[in-house]
């Protein structure tokens, strides 16, 4: 599998999720995690927050964060920082795709400019770095990072197959 598709298969369950944990650093150094809604944007997470909320202060502070799936047995974790958004177009833009996947869900429409006028933050997350693995294969994990163009570098760890059969012929 080349790296394109196996980040197409990753891409893929990261957009289709419904629940995204975001993880921000306190100035203290203490961590902190919460649940959003988000949706997958220009290859990044896009999320909202009201502007006094800890993750938006963390935000400020740090802009490094981690961004998870809700699933143990279909982890996908990314670093990378996150940037506040503000241009309308891009809200706009944005606010239709969190329409399509939660409106029927939340009852209500995402006018994205609205809420960034009345206090809320919209963030995106570039990952950087982004590790998954499945629980039926955990040394078999696989790691992406991106060239200088934004194409996704696999490095995959040994699969478990593979350490089981050396253990077993040694």
């Not at 570098?153 to 197959?161: D, G, I, N």
Request: with cysteine.
């Amino acid at each position: 599998m080349t790296d394109h598709a196996a980040w197409d298969i990753i891409r893929t369950t990261v957009s289709e999720a419904q629940n995204y944990w975001i993880c921000t650093v306190r100035p203290d150094g203490r961590p902190h995690a919460v649940p959003v809604w988000g949706v997958w944007w220009r290859d990044s997470v896009v999320f909202s927050t009201i502007n006094s909320s800890v993750k938006a202060a963390n935000l400020r502070t740090n802009s490094n964060a981690n961004v998870h799936l809700e699933s143990a047995q279909n982890v996908v974790t990314m670093d990378g920082p996150a940037a506040e958004l503000t241009d309308e177009a891009e809200l706009i833009e944005i606010g239709a795709l969190f329409d399509a996947k939660y409106a029927e869900i939340a009852g209500v429409t995402y006018d994205l400019v609205a809420a960034h006028a009345a206090g809320m933050t919209i963030c995106a997350v570039r990952p950087e770095v982004v590790r998954a693995w499945r629980a039926d294969d955990m040394l078999g994990s696989s790691r992406f990072t991106f060239d200088v163009d934004g194409n996704p570098v696999l490095v995959r760890s040994v699969p478990f197959e593979a350490v089981a059969e050396e253990t077993t012929s040694a």
